[in-house]
């Protein structure tokens, strides 16, 4: 009896096979587009340059600006209020540098500079750079 049973299913498997045969291949073929879109647009999205990290080392020269000598008048700098940054920007205005050349020694952006010197001006109570060197060397300030 069980083999009957299992005869007749194999049939009736048969029979669901061939009656819709059309459909089955239809659906067979739509899976593999599908599978195949899928890893077609894998492989499109994927990026195309791989990102290799590179340690680079670079060896700068670093000018060091002196410091004031002994002889520079600090209660006249204390009377001013000159910071120690702005003291360092005269002594380098005072060498002849221009704004980004300072700003490149004291590693420090070119607005970072222009403020110390408009700072520099207000305390000193000058209008030019070559007022500012001179009141600064007038008053001991730098040499």
Avoid: C
């Avoid at 204390?78 to 490149?104: F, H, W, Y």
Wanted: hydrophobic share 50%.
């Amino acid at each position: 009896m069980a083999a009957v049973l299992v005869l007749l299913q194999v049939v009736e498997y048969r029979f669901l096979l061939l009656r819709n045969s059309f459909e089955i291949y239809i659906a067979t073929i739509a899976i593999l587009f599908t599978l195949l879109g899928i890893w077609l647009a894998s492989r499109l999205m994927r990026p195309k340059v791989k990102t290799q990290i590179e340690t680079i080392v670079v060896e700068k020269e670093v000018h060091v600006v002196a410091t004031p000598s002994a002889e520079v008048n600090e209660a006249e700098r204390a009377k001013l209020g000159l910071s120690t940054r702005e003291l360092e920007v005269l002594v380098l205005m005072a060498d002849g540098l221009s704004n980004q050349e300072i700003a490149e020694r004291l590693f420090v952006s070119l607005n970072t500079v222009k403020t110390h010197t408009s700072k520099l001006f207000e305390k000193l109570d000058v209008k030019r750079r070559t007022q500012a060197v001179g009141k600064a060397k007038q008053l001991n300030i730098i040499n």
